[in-house]
């Protein structure tokens, strides 16, 4: 038996930070957008029955990182501060509050 420390809470954790991605290559990827968008509800559904609210949240966070590591990307090469392609993006939704 190993003496290593098994630490079942990070092998969750990049289980969850794996359907995060598998939800976005569906979207992203070259086949039909409808499609891709069944398929990203079809792993938010797989998260919500394997790891409930607690696992749907990490899967947002993680989503949310993700989101804003690019647009901080994004605003480097334009020399901007990263809110403003954030509110660009989000600019129909900031509207409406």
């Not at 289980?15 to 968008?37: C, F, K, P, T, W």
């Not at 990490?58 to 501060?81: F, H, T, W």
Request: charged letters at 25%; aromatic letters at 6%.
């Amino acid at each position: 038996m190993s003496t290593e420390k098994f630490d079942h809470g990070e092998r969750i954790r990049s289980g969850l930070r794996m359907r995060a991605y598998q939800a976005v290559a569906a979207v992203v990827s070259d086949h039909n957008y409808e499609r891709g968008i069944a398929e990203a509800r079809a792993v938010a559904d797989t998260v919500g029955t394997q790891a409930g609210a607690d696992g749907l949240a990490e899967v947002v966070v993680e989503l949310s990182l993700k989101l804003a590591e690019a647009l901080e990307q994004i605003a480097a090469e334009d020399g901007v501060p990263a809110a403003d392609p954030a509110e660009v993006w989000f600019a129909d939704v900031i509207s409406e509050a």
